[in-house]
């Protein structure tokens, strides 16, 4: 079982930065990759960002850029640091991490949520 706990999330006018954190701990064995996605309201949940455990990271078009992620290994943590936000990125983001431990297992933050105002 891995546990994830996001912070970092707020309020912020457009054109500000935040920076996301999410702690991972437990069985971390065999966990593959990890990222960010989001959900605003009424949408459905969207791929943001992804790391894997070789260093390689992929981005949404519409962050590109912007978002960078990133993780510390020696602090189990994974960021995602947010420039230049716009209205559009208001949403809750959620950590994931993907593990292959006798197959496939998905883990899931709580979230927490981003409002950028105009």
């Known amino acids: 079982q891995v546990e994830l706990a996001e912070s970092g999330g707020g309020l912020v006018h457009a054109g500000g930065s935040l920076r996301l954190s999410c702690v991972f701990f437990?069985?971390?064995?065999?966990?593959?990759?990890m990222g960010w996605y989001r959900q605003a309201p009424g949408n459905e949940r969207e791929f943001v960002a992804t790391?894997?455990?070789?260093?390689?990271?992929t981005y949404e078009d519409s962050v590109k850029g912007r978002f960078t992620i990133s993780r510390d290994n020696a602090k189990n943590t994974l960021t995602l640091q947010m420039n230049s936000l716009r209205p559009e990125d208001t949403a809750v983001y959620y950590c994931n991490a993907r593990q292959v431990r006798l197959g496939v297992f998905n883990y899931w933050g709580q979230g927490t949520q981003v409002t950028v105002s105009s």
């Open positions: 437990g069985n971390i064995v065999g966990i593959v990759d």
């Open positions: 790391l894997t455990t070789d260093g390689r990271s």
